[in-house]
C-alpha cells in the first residue's frame, strides 16, 4: 500500500478514537485494536467513509501476553506494516495495593508496561531501517508528580512510560523516527466511566482543569511530528509539571497527601 498505517491501541473511545480521526485526516490507514468489537467496528466504517483511507480492526486484550503478537500477526496477514504507533490502551485501578488481587496487578503492568514496550520493539527496526516512524506513549501528567495513596501503579507505570519514550527518544535521532510521550491531565474520557471516579471528579474538579480527548491527541500528534520527547497539554497542566520539578519532595508529598482524596479511591 502507499499510504503510511498507523496503529493504535485502546482505540474504541476517548484519546485512541481522537487519534485515529487525526491520523486519518493527515492521510494515515488505520490499524484499530481493543476489546470491544462493536466500538471498533462503527469507528472504523466512520472513518472509511469520512477520511476515505482503509481501516483495518483486531479485537485484542494487551493485558494478556499473548496480544501484541496477536495484533501484529494480523497486520502481517494482511501484508501491512507499522508506520505508526499510539500505545494508548489502559485504565486505572481504584483502591489500595494491599487489598487487591496480585492476578489483577500482573494484568495491569502487562497491558500498561509490557504491551507498549513489546509492540515499540516488534516495530521500531522496520521504522528505522525505512527511516520514518512516529510512536507515542500516551503516558500522564501523574507520571511526572509524585505518586499518591490508591491507584497504586498507575503513576508508576506513566512514569515508566515518561522515561522509556525519552530513552527511545534519544536512541533514534537522525534515524527519521520520532519518539513522544503525551502526559495529558483530566480528560473528558470513559476512564473516569470505567474505574468508577465519575461523580467524585464532577464533584470536586473546576472545569478549567479538564481537556477534551480531541484537543489531547491534536497535542500529542504536533509533539510527535515536531519530535519532542514530553508534551504535556494543557496550561495548567504544564504549571503543575514544573512547579513539581522545583519544590522540596516532602512537600509535593504532602500536597499529594492533602489532595488526592479529592480524584483517588484508597
Same mark, same amino acid.
Request: hydrophobic share 45%.
Given at each position: 500500500? +502507499? @499510504? ?68 501484529? +500477526?494480523?497486520?502481517? &496477514?494482511?501484508?501491512?506494516?507499522? +508506520? ?19 492476578? +489483577? ?16 520493539? @516488534?516495530?521500531?527496526?522496520? !521504522?528505522?531501517? @525505512? ?10 501528567? =501523574? %507520571?511526572?508528580?509524585? %505518586? ?14 515518561? @522515561? ?18 503525551? /502526559? ?8 473516569? &466511566? ?5 461523580? !467524585? ?7 478549567? !482543569? ?8 491534536? =497535542? ?10 514530553? /508534551? ?6 504544564? =504549571? ?9 519532595? &516532602?512537600?509535593?508529598?504532602?500536597? !499529594? ?10
Amino acid at each position: 500500500m +502507499d @499510504r503510511r498505517l498507523a496503529l493504535v491501541t485502546g482505540a474504541s473511545a476517548g484519546i485512541g478514537a481522537a487519534f485515529a480521526r487525526i491520523l486519518a485526516s493527515h492521510g494515515y490507514d488505520l490499524a484499530l485494536t481493543a476489546r470491544r468489537t462493536d466500538r471498533l467496528e462503527a469507528l472504523a466504517e466512520e472513518i472509511r467513509l469520512r477520511f476515505g483511507v482503509e481501516t483495518l480492526t483486531v479485537t485484542a486484550d494487551l493485558a494478556e501476553v499473548e496480544g501484541p503478537a496477536k495484533v501484529l +500477526d494480523h497486520l502481517t &496477514d494482511h501484508g501491512r506494516h507499522v +508506520d505508526a504507533l499510539i500505545n494508548n490502551a489502559g485504565y486505572g485501578m481504584p483502591g489500595g495495593y494491599v487489598t487487591s488481587r496480585w492476578e +489483577d496487578q500482573r494484568a495491569f503492568i502487562q497491558l500498561m508496561t509490557t504491551s507498549p514496550c513489546e509492540l515499540a520493539h @516488534r516495530v521500531l527496526p522496520g !521504522m528505522v531501517e @525505512r527511516r520514518f516512524g512516529r510512536v507515542v506513549n500516551v503516558a500522564s501528567l =501523574a %507520571g511526572l508528580i509524585p %505518586g499518591s495513596a490508591g491507584h497504586t501503579l498507575y503513576a508508576a507505570s506513566k512514569a515508566f512510560l515518561v @522515561r522509556f519514550s525519552q530513552s527511545l527518544h534519544l536512541e533514534t535521532q537522525g534515524s527519521g523516527v520520532h519518539v513522544s510521550a503525551l /502526559c495529558p491531565g483530566f480528560t473528558y474520557s470513559e476512564f473516569h &466511566d470505567v474505574n468508577g471516579t465519575r461523580e !467524585m471528579m464532577n464533584a470536586s474538579l473546576p472545569s478549567w !482543569m479538564w481537556l477534551g480527548a480531541d484537543e489531547v491527541a491534536a =497535542a500529542g500528534y504536533e509533539a510527535a511530528e515536531a519530535n519532542r520527547a514530553i /508534551c504535556v497539554p494543557g496550561a495548567p497542566n504544564k =504549571a503543575i509539571a514544573a512547579l513539581s520539578k522545583i519544590i522540596p519532595d &516532602d512537600w509535593a508529598l504532602a500536597l !499529594m497527601v492533602s489532595q488526592s482524596a479529592r480524584f483517588r479511591k484508597v
